[in-house]
């Protein structure tokens, strides 16, 4: 089975992402948002970064223009269902949310649309528990910025079906991206050790061991890291990696994970990286 047709739920970063690679590689794409003025900052996203692309010498004009049209966005989640062969899911981490919309989205695609999530530490099986057929649901962890990080993390339970994980494979090949696969545990394999990375760099910025200048250059010269922990912190967002680090310090009985006051501090005061203009560096104009 080859994947045609593909719905990404939730506009924002992860989800436009998705979407903008969907498209420019050949795919329907399906763009939901719960709202107009989400949906247009998606849309306008993809716009951008493919201009940019087109900019760099990275995409052709034509090929922009092709991709763009392939979008269409949505604000009713059964008319961006309708077609799918691929579902993907990139809405907050909160297992409940992720429960209910799969619970809906089952019941507005055919028997054989594969439900992915693009959570990057919620246990699958506990997300696929809520469908009727948990075979058909398996774990799609992009990266972020999605358009230009090559890496696909495809996380399937005991019960994802064989055909759906070679299926998913073979698409994010057809993306351009590198695909690993890895079993459902706390954390998966990249944000176990991401953000276990991440959770001690903050500790030594807080035990006044360095400066977060310092220490990534540390880890980009020393350890031929492309990005270090506290820019990486920055670009995901402070309260996103706070939340999956105290979900993996109770799953894993790890504190190694748990988050640093300082963390909680900066969250407390709006300091949410990049996105807020202000992590532990300053994106301030």
Sequence with gaps: MSLSTITVIGAGTMG??????????GNTVHLFDLNQDGLRHGLDSIAKNLDKGVARGKVDAA??????????????LEDACQGA???????????ALKQALFAEVQDYVGEHCILGTNTSSLSIAGIASAVRDPGRVLGLHFFNPVHIMKLL????????????LATCKAWGAVIGKECITVQDFPGFATSRLGVCLGMEAIRMVEQG????????????????????PLKLTDLVGLDVRMHIGEYLAEKLD?????P??????MVAQGKLG???????????E
């Design 16 to 25: 436009h992402g998705i979407a903008h690679a969907a498209a420019l590689a």
């Design 63 to 76: 090929d922009r223009d092709a991709a763009l049209e392939r979008i269409t966005g949505h604000v009713n």
């Design 85 to 95: 062969d691929l579902v993907v899911e990139a809405i907050p981490e909160k297992l």
């Design 153 to 164: 993390e495809i996380v399937v339970h005991p019960g994802t079906r064989p055909e759906v």
């Design 209 to 228: 061991v360095a400066s977060p200048k310092d220490i990534d250059t540390a880890m980009v010269l020393g350890y031929r890291h492309p990005i270090g």
């Design 254 to 258: 790890n504190p190694a994970f748990k």
């Design 260 to 265: 640093p006051q300082i963390m909680k501090d």
């Design 274 to 284: 990049k996105k807020s203009g202000q992590g532990f560096y300053s994106y301030e």
